[in-house]
Nanobody, 121 residues
Framework: EVQLVESGGGLVQPGGSVTLSCTAS????????MSWVRQAPGKGLEWVSA????????TYLDSVKDRFVMSRDNAKNTLVLQMNNLKPEDTAVYYC??????????????WGQGTRVTVSS
């Protein structure tokens, strides 16, 4: 079965950095675009970033564009989100998610359990 397992979350001070990782299994990882989505306490889901199947292209939420870097290692079936200059408003559960490979009807069809990031002094 498809599995996505996030790790790396925790408590970090404002201005600090955290690296999140996602290990994928159960599908051909290199064939699919991937995404990070977050959910702040008491709020809805917010798309954060996406990366193409080959890692050639990335796109980000405007509020994190200058601070976060998404990457992937297809040989290791891993997805990474490097988060820098963190702000309290970045506090959220961060989910790794898989795109379904479609163009017109694209969607995130599998999600990990999430890892919590708390930005606080």
């Amino acid at each position: 079965e498809v599995q996505l397992v996030e790790s790396g979350g925790g408590l970090v001070q404002p201005g600090g950095s955290v690296t999140l990782s996602c290990t994928a299994s159960g599908f051909s990882f290199s064939n699919y675009a991937m995404s990070w989505v977050r959910q702040a306490p008491g709020k809805g889901l917010e798309w954060v970033s996406a990366i193409s199947h080959d890692g050639e292209s990335t796109t980000y939420l405007d509020s994190v564009k200058d601070r976060f870097v998404m990457s992937r290692d297809n040989a290791k079936n891993t997805l990474v989100l490097q988060m820098n200059n963190l702000k309290p408003e970045d506090t959220a559960v961060y989910y790794c998610a898989k795109y379904n490979g479609m163009v017109q009807y694209y969607a995130l069809d599998y999600w990990g359990q999430g890892t919590r990031v708390t930005v606080s002094s």
